[in-house]
């Protein structure tokens, strides 16, 4: 039997309480399962926006997409972790992520880790947050193999972010979801696969705005970009048809889109429905 779907968006801009709290009960309304905060400087703080949106909502969970590792200590995350998730009666789904940005590092004036070292980092946040927060849900977005086989072996949703679409024409996120599967063994039928996107019509043009996803892969084409797995074109019906394909040919059911598609895929939600 299929699993069924869930959705959340992005919540990047909203600095008042006022509008977080709106933001939340709209979504809410909308139809999202759950409302994300991203972790960069400069960008909302991911708890305490959490907390206020939880308090605006009854059903709705919070999350993150996804806090950056290397800014936190195990225990002191724990201690954050357990408290919201209590203050929000259970419903914080925690995303965790390596880290990548060298400038926010160096602004909060932490050394910038390799890549081992961010990737292991996050392993040791993964093991302390699943003996000491069991009943938080991880998620765990990436691409890299070792970070993959963290998230397969230890975490509950795994962040797709559609392989390397530069390849050789080949299917990169069939490729990544098979690394999972292997990787996660007996746990892989238990987990959600989960996958972002960037840029999608929001009007009846049916023409995708790349210019969010035009950030993380500067160096493709306009074509390329549109292959993207995070890249959704043409109307609402043919969007639906499209995520229908992600959970029959991948095994996809949580799709996260971006604050300023709320709106727009909204109505792809009740077509899901």
Known sequence: MAKEFRFGFGLHAASRLSAVQDWARRAEDMGYDVL??????????????????AAATETLHVGTFVLNAGFYKPALLARDVTALTDLSAGRLELGLGAGYVREEFEAA?????????????LGRIVD???????????????????????A????????????DPAGDGGDPLAERVSFVRNAAGDRFDSLELNIAITAMPIDDSGVPDLSITRRFLPELSDEQLLRTPGVLSGSVKDIAETIRGYRDTYGVTYIIVQQPHAEAFAKVIAELR
């Not at 708890?47 to 206020?52: E, H, R």
């Not at 932490?110 to 070292?117: K, L, R, S, V």
């Open 36 to 53: 994300h905060v991203p972790d960069h400087l400069g960008a909302p703080a991911p708890f305490p926006t959490m907390m206020v949106a």
């Open 109 to 121: 004036e932490i050394p910038y880790p390799t890549a081992g070292q961010r990737v292991a980092h």
């Open 128 to 150: 302390y947050l699943g003996q000491h927060t069991p009943e938080v849900p991880i998620l765990i977005a990436g691409n890299g193999d070792k970070l993959l086989t963290i």
């Open 152 to 163: 397969a072996q230890r975490a509950q949703i795994i962040g797709l972010t559609g392989g």
